[in-house]
């Protein structure tokens, strides 16, 4: 059996507003592969459906008409049909070879990148998603790619197992500490769609959340161009503010005077901190990098070594911009 022709006649017959739609089951289809991804949900589903009505129906029908209708009635001896055994085993058999084939083939689609794909790598830690660019040596917290454009993702994480999930994408795959994996898709046109971690990776998992901003290649050529540096126009404290957010720094620190997973920060800057090994520090920029770069080195007084390092993933004028965010939530 044709898979494609499968592909088409059902494409026709169940899609039929056009793959880009939001439907019952589905949500949007923005990547060039979820349409097949989704015939093939719909051939499964239909012919679960037809199956179940055809069955259960027909075991219906003969419940009733069959019924015993006085006590004395036996069941007549059979002894068995070929054509018609033959006949149930054939078919779901074809019908499963199908779905094996079709599957395989838009599994083996998926796995395997085109070699024209744009490299980028995923980081994952608790609780965020960090985007390299290698060949353009830029970092940032939301995955930004072109249009139109096969990109592939190799992924690892810091920590814990946690894994990428992209729905409009009909994109997933584990991402693991100790090993990479990759996935690959094109996105169809310009838009935002929402990144899911979906593997319960500790107490901020449901907050581990980042979008893909596809934009035009010629925004994204322009976009690409103006990362690396801040925006002077905008004050250091405000950049320092963002950062804050987007590299879910909010997820333990708050700065409202109350203790999270990690230290409140609010009139910290200035002040005399007491470390977990009984010594003291002053919390100036030197030890607020180090924290972020050795979170362990110096461990407040009952709170426990759990933040994650983000050396080589913030550029020191983001270390400024966050200093200086601190900075102004200071005491003294
Ligand atoms: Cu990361 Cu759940």
């Known amino acids: 059996m044709n898979s494609l022709s499968v592909q088409t006649i059902l494409h026709q017959a169940v899609q039929g507003q056009g793959p880009a739609e939001g439907r019952f089951w589905m ?8 349409s097949n991804i989704d015939n093939l949900f719909y051939f499964i589903y239909w012919l679960a459906v037809i199956f179940f009505v055809l069955i259960i129906g027909t075991m219906a029908y003969f419940a009733i008409k ?24 054939a078919i779901p058999g074809v019908l499963l070879i199908a779905v094996f084939v079709w599957g395989f083939r838009a599994y083996m689609d998926m796995s395997v990148a085109p070699k024209d794909a744009m490299d980028i790598r995923v980081k994952a830690q ?25 990109v592939k993702l190799t992924m690892s994480s810091k920590d814990v197992l946690h894994s990428f999930f992209v729905p409009d994408f009909r994109v997933k795959k584990d991402v693991l500490p100790n090993r990479y994996t990759t996935i690959w898709f094109e996105a169809i046109a310009p838009g935002e769609h929402q990144i899911f971690c979906t593997e319960y990776c500790g107490q901020n998992h449901s907050k581990m959340l980042s979008k893909v901003i596809v934009k035009s290649q010629e925004d994204f050529d322009k976009w690409i161009e103006g990362q690396g540096k801040l925006d002077e126009s905008i004050p250091l404290s405000e950049h320092g503010k963002r950062i ?13 005077g109350q203790a999270g997973a990690g230290p409140s920060l609010k ?66």
């Open 126 to 150: 608790m609780w965020n998603w960090s985007f390299d660019y290698p060949s353009a040596g830029v970092n940032t917290t939301e995955l930004v790619v072109p249009a139109g454009r096969p």
């Open 66 to 89: 069959y019924r015993r209708k006085d006590p004395n009635q036996r069941t007549s001896p059979i002894h068995g049909n070929h054509a018609l055994e033959l006949a149930w085993s």
């Open 267 to 332: 009139g910290k800057y200035g002040s005399q901190e007491n470390l977990a090994d009984g010594s003291q520090v002053l919390v100036d920029d030197n030890y607020i990098r180090e924290s972020i770069m050795d979170p362990t080195a110096k461990v407040v007084a009952g709170f426990q070594p759990v933040m994650p390092t983000f050396k080589g993933q913030l550029r020191d004028d983001e270390v400024d911009a966050l200093i200086e965010y601190i900075k102004e939530h200071g005491g003294q």
């Open 244 to 256: 804050f957010t987007e590299r879910g720094c909010t997820a333990c620190h708050t700065m409202t």
């Open 27 to 34: 949500p949007p289809a923005a990547s060039t592969f979820a």
